[in-house]
């Protein structure tokens, strides 16, 4: 009878050993979690600016003297995920300046991200640059 009391002594005050546990793991493994959410959301929208900057060159490459719409499409392939200034697309040439001689046509594009997770732990602070760049080989129909 002794024993048995005991042991169930011992075993009431483990319980009180698994809550300060699970208050020392929890907040750690929630900033992993939301840490690998941000961690998905930057590279959703490097995907995006990938295929922005992509689609950019594409019409580019039929139309390379016609920066607004090159912008224009790089903007119109991020919205609704990352927003892009047009300042921050460079459209280039070589040789320069675009036209029908050129042979190739570069599309770059960088765009700001937030972070809203992982920001106080980063030492840069809550934005990430995102930059890319495509290039495309310029075709010109004439017909």
């Known amino acids: 009878m002794l024993l048995k009391l005991g042991i169930r002594k011992r075993l009431g005050g483990e319980k009180g050993q698994s809550l300060v546990e699970l208050a020392f793991a929890l907040p750690l493994l929630a900033i992993i979690l939301l840490g690998a959410i941000d961690f998905g959301r930057v590279f959703y929208a490097y995907i995006t600016i990938i295929n922005a900057s992509r689609e950019g060159a594409r019409y580019g490459s ?27 697309i460079t459209v280039t040439c070589d040789p320069s300046p675009c036209g029908e001689d050129s042979d190739s046509i570069t599309v770059r594009v960088e765009a700001d991200f937030d972070i809203i997770v992982a920001a106080p732990f980063l030492p840069w602070g809550n934005t990430i640059l995102l930059r890319t760049h495509t290039t495309m080989p310029v075709f010109i129909f004439t017909g």
């Open 62 to 88: 039929s139309n390379p003297t016609d920066t607004t719409g090159i912008k224009d499409q790089v903007i119109a392939e991020a919205t609704g995920t990352v927003t892009i200034d047009p300042n921050r």
